[in-house]
C-alpha cells in the first residue's frame, strides 16, 4: 500500500463515513422539527427522557442473558408512557393524548422506539437461542448415544491395538543386533 492510498484512506470525506449515523454528535442531540429546542418545554423534556430511557433499555437487553419466554417482562424492551411522565414529572396524558402540537409527533416517535428496541431485543434473542442449543446428552436420542459409544469403544480398540503394537515393536528395536538376528524379527 503506498502513500497515496493511505492519503485517499485518511481523507475527509472516508472519515466522514465512519462517523456515527446516530442523530447525537458529541453529546448533542440534534431536536426534531415539531419541538421547540427549550429545555424547559414539555415536548423537549418528554423527548429527552424518551432518548434517555431508550439508552436505559439497550444497555439492560445487551446485559440481559436469558432466553426469553412468558415470563420476561416487557419493560425490558418497552418505554411506558407512564415512564417517561415519571422521568418528567408530568402525566403522559398531557404529554401523548393533550391537544398540544408536539402530542401526535411525540407518541409516534415513542412507538418508533419501542419498535427499534423490540427488533434490538429479538435479535439478541436469536444471539442467545443460537447460543444456548443443548449440546449433552439429553438432547440426543437413544440410538444416536449408542451409535456414539459403539464408535468410539472401535476406536479405543484399534488405539489399544496400535498401542500394544508401538510398544512390541519398540521392546524389539532395543534389543541387541545379534538377538534380534537370531529371532529373525528384521
Wanted: with cysteine.
Amino acid at each position: 500500500m503506498n502513500d497515496k492510498e493511505l492519503d485517499n484512506l485518511l481523507s475527509d470525506d472516508f472519515l466522514a463515513s465512519l462517523a456515527p449515523k446516530d442523530s447525537s454528535v458529541n453529546g448533542q442531540l440534534t431536536v426534531p422539527d415539531y419541538l421547540p429546542n427549550d429545555e424547559n418545554h414539555t415536548g423537549y423534556k418528554a423527548w429527552r427522557a424518551i432518548k434517555h430511557i431508550r439508552g436505559t433499555k439497550e444497555e439492560m437487553i445487551k446485559s440481559y442473558k436469558q432466553v426469553a419466554d412468558s415470563l420476561t417482562p416487557k419493560a425490558l424492551y418497552v418505554i411506558k408512557k407512564s415512564e417517561v411522565g415519571r422521568e418528567i414529572d408530568k402525566a403522559p396524558q398531557n404529554i401523548f393524548s393533550g391537544k398540544a402540537s408536539f402530542c401526535k409527533p411525540l407518541s409516534d416517535f415513542l412507538d418508533d422506539e419501542n419498535e427499534e428496541l423490540f427488533a434490538l431485543f429479538e435479535k439478541a434473542q436469536e444471539v442467545l437461542k443460537t447460543e444456548s442449543r443443548q449440546t449433552g446428552v439429553r438432547s440426543k436420542t437413544k440410538d444416536k448415544i449408542v451409535n456414539e459409544y459403539q464408535q468410539m469403544r472401535e476406536e479405543l480398540d484399534a488405539l489399544k491395538h496400535q498401542k500394544a503394537k508401538d510398544m512390541l515393536d519398540l521392546a524389539v528395536s532395543r534389543l541387541p543386533l545379534d538377538l534380534q538376528q537370531k529371532l529373525k524379527v528384521k
